[in-house]
């Protein structure tokens, strides 16, 4: 069973920056893949990035691509969401979501995850 835990929210002025960090247990040797979501207020869960373990390539969501980096560290099995120059408009509860495979495809879809964190909540405000 894969455990999923996210940290690094909280409020932030625009223009500061963010780090979360997902943290994923139970994943095998070859890693979990893993994505990034949001839900603000009053919206849909949107897709944010997303890390392919085995390839270890990085996917961002274009309306955040300027602002917004996803990695992965191998030896802390952690992938993290560094977030640069926010807006109000990124307020949101971030939710990190995982695989047991290593591999996600584009990384996109929900559907691609099987297990999710309670989120963090990002508040940003001017």
């Known amino acids: 069973q894969v455990q999923v835990m996210e940290s690094g929210g909280g409020p932030a002025k625009t223009g500061e920056s963010l780090l979360l960090t997902c943290t994923a247990s139970?994943?095998?040797?070859?890693?979990?893949?893993r994505g990034w979501f949001r839900r603000a207020p009053g919206k849909r869960r949107e897709w944010v990035a997303g890390f392919d373990w085995r390839s270890g390539r990085a996917y961002v969501d274009i309306s955040v691509k300027d602002r917004f980096t996803v990695s992965g560290d191998n030896d802390r099995n952690v992938v993290y969401l560094q977030m640069d120059n926010l807006r109000p408009e990124d307020t949101a509860v971030y939710f990190c979501a995982a695989t047991a495979r290593s591999g996600c495809g584009d990384c996109m879809g929900p559907y691609e995850f099987q297990y999710w964190g309670q989120g963090t909540q990002v508040t940003v405000s001017t």
């Open positions: 139970g994943c095998s040797s070859s890693g979990c893949a």
